[in-house]
């Protein structure tokens, strides 16, 4: 574990993303609340920020950190049934809330997978990543729009 005792506390913010792609099925279940595990966004959500919060238990040399807020956010597109889940973490400490985002995010789309599985197996997470990360001394990060 990298030793952080020297850095500056700062305020540190990272925003990550990902996506799901479902079947049409699955995805009306979503989008009607009818899915018989229930409401699977805001289970999703919950599990997002759960996840955020226990990243130092989940990732081995993570840093055990004091997390000031964390949001989860959906956008779904009809078109393509996909779900793109939006992580913003914030806090303000010695090390950064990358991992925190990037594990939130995983999760909540782990989390609409196992909610759905009944009805499609064939679910696909991708396009995980860290877009912005700001505060610490290497200073700010924003994902380059063409990649």
Do not use: W
Not at 48 to 72: D, F, R
């Amino acid at each position: 574990m990298i030793d952080i005792s020297k850095k500056n506390i700062t305020e540190r913010l990272a925003r990550a993303s990902g996506t799901i792609k479902l079947n049409s099925d699955a995805f009306s279940s979503i989008i009607n609340l009818n899915n018989k595990k229930g409401d699977v966004l805001n289970t999703a959500r919950i599990a997002g920020i759960h996840a955020a919060k226990q990243t130092s238990n989940l990732i081995p040399l993570a840093h055990n950190i004091t997390i000031n807020s964390v949001e989860v956010d959906f956008e779904l597109n009809e078109a393509s049934r996909e779900i793109y889940s939006t992580v913003t973490v914030k806090s303000e400490g010695k090390t950064g809330v990358e991992i925190e985002a990037l594990t939130a995010v995983q999760i909540s789309l782990m989390t609409i997978y196992d909610m759905c599985k009944y009805l499609d197996r064939a679910m696909e997470i991708t396009k995980v990543r860290l877009l912005t990360k700001t505060g610490g001394k290497s200073g700010d990060y924003r994902v380059n729009k063409n990649d």
